[in-house]
C-alpha cells in the first residue's frame, strides 16, 4: 500500500538578491493525481521545485511532503524523488554507476538499480557512458534516479523536454501508471501542449504568483467561446445572462463565455429565440494558458511593500 503523500506548498516567497522569484505561492499536488505546474521560462518553476526537494530555503513560507518538509523526512528518497532539470550526470560514468553511487548513499537495495533502469527503458544502454546518451535518455536516467527509492511522491521538472513523439508517448504511460499506483506526481514544463494530456491538474505560475489553480477540464470550461445571433439579439443576451454566461456584444454578434454551443442553443430554445448564427469560437487551450501567463517576459524585482514579500534578500544557495 502507498502512503497518500501529498505535496504541499504554503505562501512560498522566494528572494534572490534584488529578484522576488516567488510571491505568497500555495497549491497543493495530491495523490494519485499528476500536477502540471506550468509557466514560462522564468515564472517561478524550479525555485518552488528546489525549495519542496530540500535544495533551497524559501525566504518565507514552506513546502511539505505530507506535513513535513524535506529535511525532517526520516528516509527522504522513500518519500518522495526528485529529478531536476540542472541534475549533471558524469559523462565518463554509466547511468547504471550513477545510480548505484545514489542507492548506496541513500541505503537503498542495490537490486533496486537495474529495477528502475528497466522501468525507464535504459535496460540496454545503462552500462554505456552518459556522454553518449541523448537528452531523452538523460531525461529516462533522471527518471531513474528520482525512482531509486520506490518513493510516494515524484517531482519532475520539465521531464518531456527533449523527449520524442514515442519517448512523449511513453513518458505519458509511465507517470500515468505511476499516479494510478497512488503516488503524487507533480511536474513542470513551459508548454501546456506538451503535458496536456499527461495532467489532471494544473497550477500555472506568473511572475512568481500563481495565474490558475484547478482540474485541466476547469481551464479547457474557461476556453469555451460561442458566437451566437438573433433577430433580438438584446433578448438573446438577457437570457443568456441569467444562465450564468458572460455576454459581449459585437458587430457579428455576441460573444458567449462560460457556455458551451449546445448549452447557448437551449437557452436561447427555453427563450424561444429564433437564431440567425450559432458557431463555436472555443480558442484552443494553449491560446487560454497563454492569455493567463502573458507579459512573462522576465520577474522583475517587487516593489518593497509588496504584500506578502520579505525585504531581506537571501543569497542564491540554499
Ligand atoms: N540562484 C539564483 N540566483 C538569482 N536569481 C535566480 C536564481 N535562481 C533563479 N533565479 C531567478 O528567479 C526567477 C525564477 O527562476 P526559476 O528558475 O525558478 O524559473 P522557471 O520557471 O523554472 O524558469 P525556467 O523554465 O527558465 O527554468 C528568474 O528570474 C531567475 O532568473
Not at 117 to 125: M, S, Y
Not at 154 to 162: H, T
Request: a negative charge; glycine letters at 12%.
Amino acid at each position: 500500500m502507498r502512503t497518500a503523500t501529498p505535496l504541499t506548498v504554503e505562501s512560498l516567497t522566494k528572494v534572490y538578491g534584488e529578484v522576488t522569484a516567488l510571491r505568497d505561492v500555495s497549491f497543493t499536488a495530491q495523490p494519485g493525481r499528476v500536477t502540471g505546474f506550468l509557466g514560462p521560462n522564468g515564472a517561478g518553476k524550479t525555485s518552488t521545485l528546489r525549495i519542496l526537494l530540500g535544495l533551497n530555503r524559501p525566504t518565507a513560507g514552506r513546502a511539505l511532503i505530507d506535513g513535513q518538509r524535506y529535511r525532517e523526512l526520516d528516509a527522504p528518497l522513500r518519500r518522495v524523488g526528485g529529478s531536476l532539470s540542472s541534475d549533471v550526470f558524469h559523462p565518463g560514468r554509466s547511468g547504471r554507476d550513477h545510480l548505484v553511487t545514489l542507492a548506496l548513499a541513500a541505503g537503498i537495495d542495490r537490486a533496486r538499480v537495474d529495477t528502475v533502469l528497466t522501468q525507464v527503458g535504459l535496460a540496454d544502454a545503462g552500462r554505456r557512458r552518459v556522454g553518449g546518451y541523448s537528452l531523452g535518455m538523460r531525461q529516462r536516467l533522471g527518471l531513474a534516479a528520482a525512482l531509486l527509492g520506490d518513493p510516494d511522491a515524484l517531482v519532475l521538472d520539465e521531464p518531456i523536454n527533449g523527449l520524442d513523439p514515442d519517448g512523449i508517448r511513453w513518458m505519458r504511460g509511465l507517470l500515468r501508471h505511476l499516479a494510478d499506483e497512488g503516488r503524487t506526481v507533480l511536474l513542470s514544463s513551459h508548454v501546456l501542449s506538451e503535458v496536456q494530456q499527461t495532467v489532471d491538474d494544473v497550477v500555472v505560475i506568473r511572475h512568481g504568483r500563481i495565474a490558475f489553480d484547478g482540474p485541466l477540464e476547469a481551464l479547457e470550461a474557461g476556453s469555451a467561446r460561442v458566437r451566437v445571433d438573433a433577430a433580438d439579439r438584446d433578448a438573446l443576451a438577457d437570457a443568456l445572462r441569467r444562465a450564468g454566461a458572460t455576454v459581449e456584444p459585437g458587430p457579428a454578434g455576441l460573444s458567449v463565455l462560460g457556455l458551451d454551443v449546445a448549452r447557448t442553443g437551449e437557452v436561447a430554445l427555453a427563450a424561444g429565440l429564433a437564431l440567425t448564427h450559432l458557431s463555436d469560437e472555443t480558442d484552443g487551450l494553449e491560446s487560454v494558458f497563454l492569455a493567463l501567463t502573458a507579459d512573462e517576459a522576465e520577474v522583475t524585482a517587487a516593489p518593497a511593500d509588496a504584500p506578502g514579500v520579505a525585504t531581506s534578500a537571501e543569497g542564491s544557495a540554499a
